[in-house]
């Protein structure tokens, strides 16, 4: 049991208590401790983490849980279920959450609905909604009506897209935590777009190899927290939808079949195409089953992923590779790039402490930084155009300086390198004078504000910061927020030919809501061989944490470990960073 797994189920107490109308004193508690507990360390065994306060009974130290949330956590993450809950769930159909995602419906009206029509989902209500049966009912009218069915078409809109990767890939992983902890599983992976790392997913797939009965692993996923319904389940797979309205399989299999069906189900599918016709060519038919011969021959088993390419004379290819742009031409060559991998990174770059919009202190953010193995850490806090992320001024920057300095000898084991990261002003200048630039290891330049401006416009200001000495890393180049706001515009390609001729660094952006440079772009900068950073872009201890997003994103984009600055102890780090090509006649 997880921290979040335990915030899902307070969340849904929450809801279901909104539905039974109780008062909004205790719905509020349900929420508030909910928060709480999404504020401890990720793994429950972790030092101060869940189950070390389960033990101690320290959870009422959190802010925001109380006795009562206590006893109902201590019970759920003892016995792995929670009476109350069971007993709130047998008062209304398992779809019931559904109605109270509609605009404007509301949970009063929501459970009126489910009482006065007997409708247990959103099928259901549109029935009742198109046959005129909801405007009957009191404090409805025509007018609820209508709104009630574009709320479920808007519903069923959101439960279809494609979420991002930053909702997913938290949810696959707690699913195939609960998968991995139920009895007979010996194996158990994500698969799909999620394993790839692709910006956003349609759907969740786990795959998992169990020895004997399978039905205590289908119901371990059929009942996860996040849950909504189950929509099939049967001997091999079981497909639910989340309360997010992403769908999830599991898929079930012997363990001598894991690996075809990991990668089966992996994707994608336009690289599967070429694949299985390479696969002919050898006399072999490729399925999640495995290697059959053509000729009527005994099958193949292959043990690993790695064996499976094998057996077709091919290079291993790595599941963000998998996209048909060419990796299956390389790995027959056995010409696949050296990507790079998380734990080739040596030290946390561009971090934001308390100094400007950071939520924890220099300090703290050291400290954590080593305790996950960095060698070095960069301190970037904003400068004073950032005005509303608290950036700092001349005087500032130089006390922090002197923090620095005191932190650094309480901590010796890890480097930190002095930076900044510097706005990117409308004009291409940099926001501080060249005696500071002149005394900062390390200056990330980034556009923070005027993202509006013209491709021509946008162009020239982004040039005019690659072309200053001092410009060291590229930040968060394009700006974009996924789902939020495009990217800025401006001729790409120009920009990056450009960094690489001055040795300008592109940040990878590890932000989840960022993954800035995209695996696109990251593809043109390969192209002219431009170095590039693994960034956290850290703003929170747990933020560090993000790095994954960041690896994950350059693999999909062909980064090669040798491009890649920080996958290098610091005084390298700081050398391929600050090295410029020399000027050309």
Same mark, same amino acid.
């Given at each position: ?77 003892? @016995? ?28 009063? *009206? ?116 996040? /849950? ?8 091999? *797979? ?78 291993? /290819? ?59 850490? @960069? ?42 990261? /510097? ?28 993202? *509006? ?61 960022? #993954? ?30 993000? #790095? ?38």
């Amino acid at each position: 049991m997880t921290p979040r797994e335990v915030a899902a189920v307070l969340r849904e107490i929450s809801q279901l208590l909104q539905l039974k109308g109780e008062n909004a004193f205790k719905v509020r508690a349900y929420d508030l401790g909910a928060d709480a507990f999404e504020t401890l360390p990720p793994d429950p065994a972790a030092p101060g983490g869940l189950y070390e306060r389960v033990k101690s009974g320290t959870l009422c130290e959190l802010e925001g849980v109380g006795k009562a949330i206590e006893q109902k956590v201590t019970e759920l993450v003892s @016995t792995g279920k929670l009476d109350y809950l069971e007993k709130l769930r047998l008062e209304f159909p398992r779809g019931a959450l559904d109605l109270v995602q509609i605009p404007g419906l509301g949970p009063r *009206k929501a459970a009126a609905l489910i009482h006065e029509l007997d409708v247990v989902n959103l099928d259901d209500l549109e029935k009742a909604a198109r046959e005129g049966r909801v405007r009957g009912l009191k404090g409805f009218g025509e007018k609820t009506e209508r709104s009630i069915l574009e709320g479920i078409a808007k519903v069923r809109a959101r439960q279809g897209a494609r979420k991002p990767l930053w909702e997913t890939r938290p949810l696959a992983e707690q699913l195939v935590a609960r998968v991995r902890a139920a009895p007979g599983v010996a194996r158990a992976e994500i698969a799909g777009s999620v394993r790839r790392y692709d910006e956003t997913n349609g759907d969740i797939d786990i795959v998992a190899a169990v020895n004997g009965p399978v039905e205590p692993v289908m119901e371990a996923f059929a009942v996860a927290p996040d /849950v909504a319904e189950v929509l099939a389940r049967g001997g091999t *797979k079981c497909s639910v939808r989340l309360r997010d309205g992403l769908q999830a399989d599991l898929r079930v299999v012997g363990e001598a079949q894991f690996a075809t069906a990991l990668h089966h189900f992996t994707g994608s599918k336009q690289h599967h195409v070429k694949l299985r016709g390479i696969a002919r060519d050898k006399g072999l038919s490729i399925s999640e089953y495995g290697l059959a011969r053509l000729d009527g021959g005994p099958s193949l088993q292959p043990e690993s992923e790695e064996a499976l390419y094998g057996m077709l004379g091919l290079q291993p /290819v790595p599941p963000e590779l998998r996209e048909d742009l060419g990796e299956l031409e390389l790995a027959a060559k056995r010409a696949l790039p050296d990507l790079i991998e998380e734990r080739d990174i040596r030290g946390f770059v561009h971090c934001h402490s308390t100094w400007s919009d950071g939520r924890a202190t220099l300090e703290e953010m050291v400290r954590a930084a080593h305790a996950l193995g960095a060698e070095f850490i @960069t301190i970037t806090d904003h400068t004073r155009a950032a005005h509303y992320a608290n950036g700092l001024d001349v005087d500032r920057l130089r006390r922090q300086w002197d923090e620095i300095a005191r932190v650094q000898e309480k901590f010796p084991q890890i480097r930190i390198l002095r930076g900044s990261e /510097v706005d990117i002003l409308e004009d291409g200048a940099l926001d501080w004078p060249s005696d500071i630039l002149d005394q900062l290891e390390v200056v990330i330049c980034s556009v923070h504000q005027r993202f *509006k401006l013209d491709e021509p416009r946008q162009t020239d200001r982004i040039r005019r910061a690659l072309m200053h000495p001092k410009c060291a890393i590229w930040g968060h180049p394009t700006g974009r927020y996924l789902g939020d706001r495009d990217p800025v515009s401006a001729r790409w390609e120009e920009l990056i030919a450009l960094a690489a001729e001055r040795g300008v660094t592109i940040e990878c952006n590890g932000t989840p809501h960022r #993954l800035d440079f995209s695996a696109d772009l990251l593809r043109v900068a390969r192209k002219h061989k431009a170095k590039i950073c693994l960034s956290v872009d850290a703003h929170s201890t747990k933020e560090l944490e993000n #790095l994954h997003y960041a690896v994950g994103t350059a693999r999909r984009g062909w980064t090669e470990k040798d491009r890649v600055v920080n996958a290098r102890p610091a005084d390298e780090f700081l050398k391929m960073m600050w090295t410029r090509p020399p000027a050309t006649a």
